[in-house]
């Protein structure tokens, strides 16, 4: 066939000169085939794997294989219901598709209570009762009825359906009340690796007792379990290397128990990635020691420590003393525990793999000034949140947290993280202490107020004032030197900053001294945990509030140009039925200006 915008050129060749059709910047789409026939046998040839991956575009939460809660893995930009919707409309094509799409369908199963897009004012309309005998009668309870329906149809296509399903994610209301419908569900899925339970279930409490019997007879495969207050007996149940033997993470909560039972139930588990303990005062330093007695911790990717006082650098400092668990350890995460950020540096020096550190701690004295404390240094680190807030006591002088922000900046400047890409601090004023890391002055260009140029001389000069790191900071003098501080970092970072009487996280991004003060702004995500233990590490206001961003360039002269940061407005949200989308924020974007 002949393309459109097509001409006609004078070839050469053996047989003489003829015209030959060619065609310029020809379109991407594919002809449209009129023949029905031809059109099958076409369809026919595409492979299986490049159907699945189609139809996962379709309903891209079918193939959501993260150990997430459902509300922890909500999409903002789409609605899953009419996603599945459509799904299922591919499923009844034909019995190729039918196959192929119910495969992905009952793979990762996610029940919404409402629909994320205009259909669902339509539905609610229809759903009410209008009949004259019962007007005011309450309305359906959806996500319940839909959990009846899974279960109905699992429990008749079982070796169909039930042995594809892995995942289940049910709102939280719906699973508080749909015990029994689980407990029947469960009986019929015995490849499942995550579903969504009470919490009931993990405090042993008896009303659920037969959901947990059902979990442990029929789902040997479950790859991620909580045991909170009240659950101490069936911890010890993972002791005897029967229950579970595949758990990758694993929750405890507000636990008392004998050390020795804790360190058999975590070394019966030899596919432990990672741990989250979360108010647990009998977790102390002894319980990450080597002991030839006890089966060694074992070594994790992911740590998560919230609320456990007892829990030291030192303790921490034992752990990583090994080497498989110095290359295991990735994601770190401490908070409210005995560790002080000054120590720090004891920790990156040992976790080389480490990529992502968090520490929120709330201080009441002041940074350790007159003692020797190693400056923060890791040739790993991607992502640092760097959380210090003053405690709540009127007493407490409110310039206390300055010294911790300041060992911090002296840290950067003297580029000791390479690879650090975004840093999260509750300091709104710690993106000024960046100043110095702006391209460097160049050596032609010269101060308006000083008619003395700024040389690279200058700065070797020792007499010479022009040092560009600010007087006020008590480590400038120890961590670097003056011509490390002109050098600044050599990769682009990105700082999030907020007060803690403020409710949006202002965005700024510090360009590296090899770009040349070229204009430009990135807005990044806050990376999550792959495990599923993101509680303590992503906020709502990463991915679903917006941030006031600017970018500090300099201008040449030894001062700062004001930049407006560069990108679109803010997503909105999609709704699949019918072209309806829902409008976003008729607001523009805040930008921070920094001169």
């Excluded at 009762?129 to 005011?136: A, E, P, Q």
């Excluded at 050390?259 to 989250?276: D, E, I, M, T």
């Excluded at 498989?324 to 995460?333: E, G, R, V, W």
């Excluded at 008590?474 to 961590?479: E, G, K, L, M, V």
Aim: proline share 7%; aromatic share 8%; hydrophobic share 35%.
């Amino acid at each position: 066939m002949k393309w459109p915008f097509s001409r006609k050129r004078k070839v050469k060749n053996s047989q003489g000169s003829q015209d030959v059709s060619s065609t310029q910047n020809p379109p991407t789409f594919v002809p449209r085939v009129s023949d029905p026939r031809l059109l099958a046998q076409l369809l026919s040839q595409v492979p299986e794997a490049t159907w699945q991956r189609i139809f996962r575009y379709v309903c891209p939460h079918a193939g959501d294989d993260t150990y997430k809660s459902n509300e922890q893995s909500a999409q903002d930009d789409c609605c899953m219901l009419c996603d599945l919707r459509d799904l299922a409309h591919c499923a009844q094509v034909s019995r190729k598709w039918n196959k192929l799409a119910t495969k992905i369908m009952y793979f990762s199963i996610r029940i919404d209570a409402v629909h994320y897009c205009p259909l669902e004012a339509v539905l609610a309309e229809k759903r009410k009762r209008k009949s004259k005998f019962n007007v005011n009668g309450e309305p359906e309870d959806t996500a319940q009825a839909r959990v009846s329906l899974l279960c109905r149809t699992l429990r008749d296509r079982r070796d169909d359906f039930g042995t594809s399903v892995q995942f289940i994610k049910l709102p939280f209301m719906t699973r508080e009340v749909s015990k029994a419908d689980m407990a029947r569900t469960i009986t019929v899925t015995p490849n499942l690796r995550y579903i969504d339970l009470p919490e009931g279930v993990y405090q042993d409490e008896p009303s659920f007792n037969i959901l947990k019997q059902g979990l442990q007879g029929r789902c040997r495969d479950i790859r991620k379990m909580a045991y909170k207050r009240g659950s101490e007996r069936s911890l010890e149940a993972l002791a005897s290397g029967r229950l579970w033997g595949n758990l990758e993470v694993l929750e405890l909560s507000e636990l008392t128990m004998d050390p020795a039972v804790f360190r058999y139930a975590l070394g019966s588990l030899y596919s432990l990635r990672a741990l989250k303990i979360t108010d647990m005062v009998s977790f102390h330093n002894q319980l990450l020691e080597h002991n030839e007695r006890l089966p060694p911790f074992p070594a994790l990717e992911e740590m998560i420590f919230i609320n456990v006082p007892n829990l030291t650098v030192d303790g921490l400092g034992r752990y990583l003393s090994r080497s498989d668990t110095q290359k295991a350890l990735k994601i770190l995460s401490l908070e409210a525990t005995g560790v002080n950020p000054s120590a720090l540096q004891q920790i990156l020096s040992q976790a080389t793999n480490l990529k992502h550190l968090t520490i929120i701690e709330t201080v009441s004295t002041s940074f350790p000034i007159g003692s020797k404390v190693d400056p923060l240094a890791s040739t790993s680190l991607e992502t640092l949140n760097y959380e210090i807030s003053l405690a709540t006591d009127p007493n407490i002088y409110a310039g206390t947290i300055e010294g911790y922000y300041s060992f911090l900046t002296s840290s950067l400047i003297a580029n000791r993280f390479p690879a650090l890409r975004e840093l999260y601090v509750r300091d709104p004023d710690f993106p000024e202490s960046l100043l110095d890391l702006a391209p460097p002055v160049p050596a032609f260009a010269s101060d308006p107020d000083n008619s003395t140029p700024k040389s690279l001389a200058s700065f070797h000069d020792p007499k010479s004032n022009t040092n560009r790191f600010s007087s006020n900071n008590p480590f400038a003098s120890r961590i670097a030197s003056p011509l490390t501080s002109l050098l600044g970092m050599k990769q682009a970072l990105v700082v999030y900053s907020k007060g803690l009487d403020e409710e949006e996280w202002n965005f700024s991004r510090v360009k590296p001294a090899n770009e040349n003060g070229k204009r430009g702004s990135a807005s990044l995500l806050r990376p999550v945990s792959s495990y599923g233990l993101n509680n303590g590490l992503a906020n709502p206001w990463t991915e679903k509030s917006g941030a006031r961003q600017s970018v500090i360039v300099g201008n040449g002269f030894g001062g700062f140009l004001t930049v407006p940061a560069e990108g679109g407005p803010r997503p909105s949200s999609s709704a699949c039925e019918k072209g309806h989308r829902r409008k976003g924020s008729s607001k523009s974007q805040q930008y921070d200006i920094w001169r």
